[in-house]
Structures are given as structure tokens and as C-alpha cells.
């Protein structure tokens, strides 16, 4: 089986949701099981630091065609479209006079090499669990039952209904609740177009492709749960960085996501499968609850 595309091919290659043109740097073929294997490639994004080269697999590259750089144009329009559904939900007025200078400038997470474009801290319990779901997919080579107990929209639900009960109080996040609405509705947009192409480990990919042959056009955060989500979150300052959004957009974005990452480390034994909570200890809890102090 010959591959698709060759060294020094201009391509076009997703990036999260948008279609961006590429280079192909490298070509190698990996084995797995079950399918015999498949070629990578290594490719640059044209215009782009090194730092952002990847590997990718032959579904997130596509020809450059006069047809896919018309899919190209079409992905950037609906990632401004979103954009602008979430200024128009009300992110342009999001931090409503509770946002303070110490909130502003919190550190992201730049030791453990994830971008600070959101300033986030992940609590070291998450950060466990990351660990743990890595080795449950690719070590132990299990996948997660679906749908989950806890599905991604149901998880949301639940974080926003907590935000409304502590909205009046001084723990919080410092945007309004509806506004905190309409970007968790852009998570899930998010996770529905990137799900299949950066979410999952190679090791989920036969199950994923079970599920969309059974359902196409199956609405992604209904059936995959808040494992899926913290990867997402992970990944998110570098799907929303070529958006290049507003300030106040942003901060919206930010605000909400500080919000739901406490959320989750505050109800990780209730949210996460037990095979991801080793080590994730109570004092690791407890420690998130002290992000927003």
C-alpha cells in the first residue's frame, strides 16, 4: 500500500476544526492492530512556528484542490460564524464587574508544556488523570464503555446549574451564567468536529468508527464523557488560537473554562471512571477548590 502523499507535498491539514495549508515533512508507516496499519505524516503548517509540526494520520490531510481549499474557506466561515454566536449569546459584556487584577493574572500551565492562552492552572489531580487515561487506552488498551454515565452535555448541565447556585456569592467565576451558556454550547461544537481527529488515541478509533457508521450524524457530547472533555480542555488554547478572537470574547472563554476545570477536579470521583483515580488523592481535591481563593 503506496501512501497518499509524499515528502515536500503542499497539502491542506485540520487543525482542530479549520482546514490550514501544510507541508509534508515526513512519511512513515506504523502497524496496529486489527487493521494492519496505516501511513503518518509529519507536516508544518505554511506561515506557522515549528513548535506547532505534527503528526497526523491520512484522515486530517487532504489533497490541495481548487474543491478542498473551497472546504478550507468554508471551515474558516463557520469558525467566525461561531465566533460571533458567542459575542451575539452575550460574551462582549461577560465579566459583568466581578473580574479582578488577580484573576487577570493567573499563571497558565507552561510547565507541563501546555499553552497559556487561556491561563488555566490544572490542578495536579487532573493532571493525574490524564496520566492514567493515557495509560488506560494505550497501555491496558481498553476503551471507555458508551455512552458514559456521565456524558459530556450532561456534565455541563450540572456545572452550569452549580454556577447559577453560587452566582450571587463571592466564590463566583466572574461571568454571567448565560454568557458561561453559550461558550460550554461552543465546547460541544468544538468536541463534535475535533472528537474524531485529535480527541481520540488510535486504540479508540475502531470504536469511534462503530459509532458514526451506526449514526452518522450522532451528536458526539451525548455519548463520550468528561475523560474526553479534560482532553479537550487540554488542547483548547491551541484550537482557538488561529481565531484570533475578541478580547472580551476571550476572556468569557477563559473565565468559563477556569470555572469548569475547578468543577471537575472538585467531582472527580463522581465524573471520571475509577480507572482513571489512582493517585487522584482527596488533598488533590481539595486542592482545586483553592483556584478560585
Not at 482542530?16 to 512519511?27: F, M
Not at 463557520?78 to 487584577?101: H, I, L, P, Q, V
Amino acid at each position: 500500500m503506496a501512501a497518499e502523499y509524499e515528502e515536500g507535498e503542499r497539502v491542506l491539514c485540520f487543525q482542530g476544526p479549520v482546514i490550514y495549508e501544510a507541508k509534508v515533512l515526513a512519511v512513515e508507516f506504523r502497524r496496529e492492530p486489527g487493521s494492519g496499519g496505516q501511513y503518518y505524516y509529519q507536516v508544518h503548517y505554511l506561515g506557522w512556528n515549528k513548535n506547532w509540526d505534527e503528526w497526523v494520520s491520512r484522515q486530517r490531510v487532504l489533497k490541495y484542490t481548487p474543491e478542498n481549499l473551497r472546504k478550507q474557506a468554508l471551515t474558516k466561515e463557520e469558525a467566525k460564524r461561531a465566533e460571533m454566536a458567542a459575542r451575539a449569546s452575550g460574551a462582549g459584556d461577560s465579566t459583568g464587574g466581578r473580574t479582578n487584577k488577580r484573576r487577570r493574572t493567573e499563571g497558565g500551565i507552561n510547565d507541563d508544556g501546555y499553552s497559556n492562552l487561556l491561563q488555566f492552572e490544572l490542578p495536579m489531580s487532573l493532571r493525574r488523570v490524564l496520566v492514567n487515561d493515557w495509560r488506560y487506552v494505550t497501555s491496558r488498551k481498553k476503551s471507555y464503555p458508551l455512552p458514559r454515565k456521565h456524558t459530556m452535555d450532561r456534565v455541563l448541565e450540572e456545572f452550569l446549574e452549580a454556577e447559577e447556585e453560587r452566582a450571587d456569592t463571592s466564590d463566583a467565576a466572574g461571568v454571567a451564567v448565560d454568557v458561561m451558556r453559550g461558550v460550554c454550547d461552543g465546547l460541544m461544537s468544538y468536541f463534535n468536529v475535533a472528537c474524531g481527529r485529535i480527541l481520540l488515541y488510535r486504540q479508540e478509533r475502531t470504536q469511534y468508527g462503530e459509532l458514526v457508521r451506526k449514526n452518522p450524524t450522532v451528536n458526539k457530547a451525548t455519548v463520550y464523557g468528561a475523560e474526553h472533555l479534560l482532553r479537550l480542555l487540554v488542547k483548547l488554547s491551541d484550537l482557538i488560537a488561529p481565531l484570533q478572537m475578541e478580547p472580551d470574547t476571550l476572556t468569557s472563554t477563559r473565565l468559563t473554562v477556569r470555572a469548569l476545570v475547578r468543577y471537575l477536579a472538585q467531582n472527580a470521583a463522581t465524573l471520571f471512571s475509577p480507572d482513571v483515580l489512582d493517585g487522584v488523592t482527596a488533598a488533590g481535591t481539595a486542592a482545586a477548590r483553592r483556584l478560585a481563593e
